[in-house]
C-alpha cells in the first residue's frame, strides 16, 4: 500500500534560520497528489500546501515545496522560520483527485522555533 | 460555515468501556474520514464514508471499532471494552466534490483510558 515517510520527528530552529522538513512516498501509481498539513497547539490541522504536478514549485504562506516523481520526494521548505511557525506538520499522499479518496498520512515532524 | 464539529472534546473511560465519538461534517461534504492521532503512528487513517456509504475501514482495528453514518450530518465512532492502548485523539475529516481531496479536520476527541 501507500506509505510516506518523514524522516524527522523532531526539528527546533533558531528564529531566522531555514527550515526543510524532509517527505519521501511510496504508491504504485503514476500521478499521486501530496499534501501539507499544518497542526498549530489547540487548533485543527489544516492544508498548507499541495501538488500534483511534477518538478512545479507550489508556495503558501511563505512555504514552498517541489513534487519531485523521479526521486518520489515532496520536502517542504522556508526561507526563514518565524516563531509562528512553531507546530506539528504532516505530509500526505493520496492516489486520486476526488472527494473521498483517503489520504495516507507520515508520521509528522514537530518543529519548534526559538528566538 | 462551523467547520467540522467533534463531540466530545475529552473523553475519560475506564478499561473495558465503551466510547462513542460523534462528527457532524461540513454541510454538502460528501465525504467523511476518521483518522486516529498518536505521538507514535502519526495521523493514522481508520475509516470513511462517501455519501454516506462506507468505502474503506482498512485501518479500523476489526474486534472492537466500528464506525457508523446514519445520515449525512454526523458519522459516529465506536469503541467497545476500551483499552488503555486506545488512548488517542481521533480525528474527524470531511471533504467536498472538486476540491482536490482538501481534509476539513475537527478539532478532535482526545480519548483517555485509564
Known amino acids: 500500500g501507500d506509505s510516506v515517510t518523514q524522516t524527522e520527528g523532531l526539528v527546533t530552529l533558531t528564529e531566522g534560520l531555514p527550515v526543510m522538513l524532509n517527505c519521501t512516498y511510496q504508491?504504485?501509481?503514476?500521478?499521486?497528489?501530496l499534501f501539507w498539513y499544518v497542526h498549530y497547539l489547540n487548533e485543527s490541522p489544516r492544508l498548507l500546501l499541495k501538488s500534483s504536478t511534477d518538478n512545479k514549485r507550489t508556495e503558501h504562506q511563505g512555504f514552498h515545496a517541489t513534487l519531485h516523481k523521479s526521486s518520489s520526494s515532496f520536502h517542504l521548505q522556508k526561507s526563514s522560520a518565524q516563531l509562528s511557525d512553531s507546530a506539528l506538520y504532516y505530509c500526505?499522499?493520496?492516489?486520486?483527485?476526488?472527494?473521498?479518496?483517503?489520504?495516507?498520512f507520515g508520521g509528522g515532524t514537530r518543529l519548534t522555533v526559538r528566538p | 460555515n462551523a467547520g467540522v464539529i467533534q463531540t466530545p472534546r475529552h473523553k475519560v473511560t475506564g478499561k473495558g468501556q465503551e466510547a462513542t465519538l460523534w462528527c457532524e461534517p461540513i454541510s454538502g461534504h460528501s465525504a467523511v474520514f476518521w483518522y486516529r492521532q498518536t505521538i507514535v503512528q502519526g495521523l493514522e487513517f481508520l475509516t470513511y464514508?462517501?455519501?454516506?456509504?462506507?468505502?474503506?475501514d482498512s485501518g479500523m482495528p476489526k474486534e472492537r471499532f466500528s464506525a457508523q453514518m446514519p445520515n449525512q450530518s454526523h458519522s459516529t465512532l465506536k469503541i467497545q471494552s476500551t483499552q488503555p492502548q486506545d488512548s488517542a485523539v481521533y480525528l474527524c475529516a470531511s471533504s467536498l466534490v472538486g476540491s482536490q481531496n482538501t481534509l476539513y479536520f475537527g478539532a478532535g476527541t482526545r480519548l483517555s483510558v485509564l
Open positions: 500526505a499522499l493520496s492516489a486520486y483527485n476526488n472527494a473521498g479518496a483517503k489520504l495516507t
Open positions: 464514508f462517501r455519501n454516506q456509504a462506507p468505502i474503506d
Open positions: 504508491t504504485i501509481y503514476s500521478n499521486p497528489f
